[in-house]
């Protein structure tokens, strides 16, 4: 109900009033804009209340903002809440059950930088600003202060889509805000792996470090393919010591793999080998927990003179070694678990490279001598 009253200098005061409590006030020079304001004010009000319980809970923020603001729905009772980006991305990590360890590290970086805001309020214009900052630089504290490739900057958005997508899954949003967000994808080229003489070098510093089980791991890493977390996750019960073969259940793709090893890697762990299922890679401190051995691989990789190499790196260097050994793309591809063909077919000038090598040298003998 609206009240007017004139007041002793002139003025018109209007009081909106319901259940004996004042919701609203506001004082005009005359009493026609003073009359309107209170229809229009009321006009709002009768909105608010007659909206449905279910459809209160998918009410915008610019919705609420245009019915007079959140604080006109508290001081009539009517209960309107947004699901944050906190919640979401807290609700989606929890029922995650991927295996891409730097999932959780990109979601913490969308968590820095929407923490508490509405995911309604989200737009795609607002991602596409982040990106672009993160492109060039540091956001929030995350990232270093170097520009980041639009692969990179793909892998980021990935994550945010798959938080997205969970949310319109559960019905929290009616679209995907990332969708409008266009990032070419950049012809990824693997061109470091070892050489020979970067391999000796390596393997020799590990044989020099302070942990004993550097050169296995490393070992490991070069021959089979296995990803940094399958090595850590690498079990004894996971290897068939008669046949070469180590069987990864937990892998990054979700699919269990059966990875190759040879016979002379396997001398290698045969003098520590345990009976049971306990890591071979395990922590000092807790037997249950993989060996955090990060700072052993600075040492070694900085005593082998190996500059923009990467632990990551071994891999590509496996799938070098194959591709060039003759293996084909496809082979090279099922020993490694890659899932998409797409994947190996990176390394497809080395297997050009190798063989127009391996032709000039037998063609030169044989013609030249």
């Known amino acids: 109900m609206a009240y007017i ?3 002793p200098t002139g003025k018109y005061r209007v009081e909106i009033r319901r259940n004996q409590k004042t919701i609203q006030n506001k004082t005009f020079a005359d009493r026609s804009h003073a009359e309107q304001w209170a229809a229009d004010f009321e006009e709002k009000i009768d909105r608010i209340l007659s909206i449905k319980p279910k459809k209160l809970k998918r009410l915008s923020p610019a919705k609420v903002e245009e019915l007079g603001g959140i604080a006109l729905f508290q001081k009539l009772g009517v209960e ?4 944050t980006f906190h919640s979401l991305a807290n609700e989606y990590i929890g029922q995650w059950a991927g295996k891409d ?10 968590l820095n930088v929407f923490g508490d805001k509405p995911i309604k309020s989200i737009k795609s214009s607002h991602i596409e600003k982040i990106l672009n900052q993160y492109a060039t630089g540091k956001v929030n504290g995350y990232g270093r202060d170097k520009p980041k490739s639009n692969n990179t900057l793909l892998r980021m958005k990935s994550v945010l889509s798959g938080i997205f997508i969970y949310a319109v899954e559960k019905k929290y949003l009616d679209k995907n805000p990332t969708q409008k967000v266009r990032i070419k994808a950049q012809q990824n080229q693997i061109e470091r792996f070892l050489s020979d003489d970067e391999r000796g070098r390596l393997l020799e510093a590990c044989k020099r470090s302070s942990w004993d089980k550097m050169y296995l791991l490393i070992l490991l890493a070069i021959t089979t393919g ?8 690498l079990r ?6 008669d046949r070469g073969l180590a069987t ?7 699919s269990p793999r059966i990875n190759p090893i040879p016979a002379f890697v396997l001398e290698e762990m045969k003098p520590i080998r345990q009976i049971g299922n306990g890591l071979i890679f395990f922590s000092p401190n807790n037997p249950d927990k993989p060996f955090d051995f990060r700072k052993q691989w ?20 496996a799938a070098s070694y194959l591709v060039m050994a003759g293996a084909t793309l496809h082979e090279a591809g099922q ?15 080395l297997s050009t490279d190798h063989k127009a090598a391996l032709a000039e040298r037998v063609m030169s003998k044989v013609f030249l001598g």
């Open 335 to 349: 020993i490694l678990g890659h899932k998409s063909e797409q994947t190996t077919k990176r390394y497809a000038h």
């Open 101 to 110: 360890e730097n999932m959780i590290r990109r979601a913490e970086f969308w």
């Open 248 to 254: 990864l259940a937990d892998t990054k793709n979700g």
């Open 226 to 233: 296995m990803r940094k977390s399958e090595l850590s996750n």
């Open 5 to 7: 009253r004139t007041l």
């Open 298 to 317: 600075n040492i070694v990789r900085k005593r082998a003179n190996l500059e923009n190499f990467r632990f990551h790196d071994l891999r590509h260097t």
């Open 80 to 83: 309107v809440s947004f699901m």
């Open 236 to 241: 004894w019960s996971d290897i068939d010591f």
